[in-house]
């Protein structure tokens, strides 16, 4: 340790390779939860993420969604607010989510951020979010963008979400759904099925080494009852 004198030897532990490449798997299906970020009729978003959920559900998950329709502005309720609490407790359940929004004006819209907004870093003792698996998507109405999706990851990577590293973009959705609100079959349909497919790799991957990748130096150095002294005083 005379090269890392910063470092306190009780709690810098080595790699522990056995238990990051073989921990011991669940075998309950992978838990998915779908939020969408649209309120129309036809939400475009709605329709992309009811596909998604039948191709998880193809490839052995076990899916939720999460309609927005009700849930209050932040700071315009309390927590305990229906819909607050239903989110939530989604959120608890999921090993990992998709997050599917229209662009409007060029970003991600307000419904789509209300519900994330929502969502805390820390509830209790819980992390709802900390170490569990995002795939990101988005419809336009117009041609291809992807000013959504690069804001949904800077959201993710915030909540502390392993986000994938493929994504979806359907340009012009309004061609790519038939009258029952099925996805036609075209490259953008292909698209979310690899998205799904590798959002299911990396939630089989990693839901069972999640205590493990999230076990932090900095936090074995402050105890549990130190860190929400800090995180949760007053400001000055």
């Known amino acids: ?39 129309r009729d036809r939400s475009f978003s709605r329709l992309m993420t009811e596909e998604a959920a039948r191709i998880l559900t193809s490839l052995g998950a076990e899916t939720r969604s999460f309609n927005p329709s009700g849930l209050p502005l932040p700071d315009d309720a309390e927590a305990d607010h229906p819909k607050v609490q239903e989110l939530r407790d989604l959120v608890t359940w999921s090993e990992g989510m998709v997050w599917c929004s229209p662009e409007r004006h060029g970003a991600m819209t307000g419904i789509m951020k209300t519900q994330i907004d929502w969502i805390p870093l820390s509830l209790g003792g819980v992390r709802p979010t900390q170490g569990k698996t995002l795939a990101v998507m988005q419809v336009s109405g117009g041609s291809q963008s992807f000013n959504a ?43 979310v ?44």
């Open 1 to 39: 340790m005379s090269e890392t004198p910063n470092l306190d030897p009780s709690h810098f532990h080595p790699i522990d390779a056995e238990r990051l490449l073989a921990p011991a798997r669940s075998t309950h299906a992978p838990r998915i939860l779908l939020l969408y970020g649209s309120l």
């Open 149 to 191: 999706v690069n804001q949904l990851r800077i959201l993710g990577r915030w909540m502390r979400l392993l986000t994938i590293p493929n994504q979806s973009s359907t340009p012009k959705a309004f061609l790519e759904f038939d009258d029952a609100g099925r996805m036609n079959p075209s490259p953008f349909y292909d698209r």
């Open 193 to 236: 099925v690899d998205v799904m497919e590798e959002l299911m790799k990396f939630t089989l991957l990693t839901r069972d080494n999640k205590p493990y990748l999230l076990d932090r130096y900095s936090e074995r150095k402050e105890s549990a009852a130190e860190l929400s002294r800090r995180v949760n005083q007053k400001a000055i």
